[in-house]
């Protein structure tokens, strides 16, 4: 069993910054890749960032060059810094990884952009 719990959210003017924090329970957590998704009103759940067990990355082009994704491996955590916000960034956020064929989800962070 894996729980993935997020923290980290808030309410932030446009342009400033939040990271957002997943911390995973279970011993699977160096050899899995992770993401994060985000949900906003009215609207389909997207993929936001990924990485991989080795590092590696990637965006959705809505974020990129303003968002970082990274990873813990001996915090069993996964990071989303997000800077240069903006009020389109407005949603639920949340960590998600996958073990066949399980999916697993967090419980999801509110973060909201005021212009």
């Known amino acids: 069993q894996v729980q993935l719990v997020e923290s980290g959210g808030g309410l932030v003017q446009a342009g400033g910054s939040l990271r957002l924090s997943c911390a995973a329970s279970?011993?699977?957590?160096?050899?899995?890749?992770m993401s994060w998704y985000r949900q906003a009103p009215g609207k389909q759940r997207e993929l936001v960032a990924a990485?991989?067990?080795?590092?590696?990355?990637n965006y959705a082009d809505s974020v990129k060059g303003r968002f970082t994704i990274s990873r813990d491996n001996a915090k069993n955590t996964v990071y989303l810094q997000m800077s240069s916000l903006k009020p389109e960034d407005t949603a639920v956020y949340y960590c998600?990884?996958?073990?066949?064929?399980?999916?697993?989800w967090g419980q999801g962070t509110q973060v909201t952009v005021s212009s």
């Open positions: 279970g011993s699977i957590f160096s050899i899995n890749a």
């Open positions: 998600y990884t996958r073990i066949p064929p399980y999916d697993y």
């Open positions: 990485i991989t067990s080795g590092g590696s990355r």
